[in-house]
């Protein structure tokens, strides 16, 4: 069964402590790569991000430039990404999946483990290494 990751990027890839140009931080790009090989997993974006051409197109680049595979985009067809995140499982399929996001709030309706970041440290070690248990625990 396909292991998903779906994935928020305000308070996840970034922080208050970030500073890059693309708004995104080094440290935790490179946790969510440590994530991608240690799970197994495909990214599926639910962020925000994934409705602004620009902002879609910094994140492929920041991709890229980390090794981390293409991703996957939720539907846009309520403005509740928990909605979204089901409307994606039901158009491809059932997964084992798992959620990072700054706000779990909401997503309990999708039977899926959500991980809790926070806007002041985003994706640390310790929680890329929560995903990962997660996934394993499925």
Request: proline share 3%; glycine share 8%; net charge negative.
């Amino acid at each position: 069964m396909k292991r998903i990751l779906f994935l928020d990027v305000d308070g996840v890839l970034n922080s208050r402590a970030d500073s890059g140009s693309d708004g995104l931080g080094d440290s935790h790009l490179r946790q969510l790569k440590r994530i991608v090989d240690e799970a197994g997993c495909v990214i599926v974006l639910t962020s925000s991000w994934r409705l602004a051409d620009d902002l879609t197109a910094k994140l492929r680049l920041a991709f890229d430039r980390h090794g981390i595979p293409p991703f996957d985009l939720t539907p846009d067809v309520s403005g509740d990404r928990a909605e979204e995140v089901l409307a994606w499982i039901e158009d491809n399929g059932p997964c084992i999946g798992v959620l990072i996001d700054d706000d779990c709030d909401g997503f309990e309706m999708t039977g899926l483990r959500c991980i809790q970041t926070s806007v002041d440290h985003g994706l640390t070690v310790e929680l890329a290494s929560e995903v990962i248990s997660a996934f394993d625990q499925q």
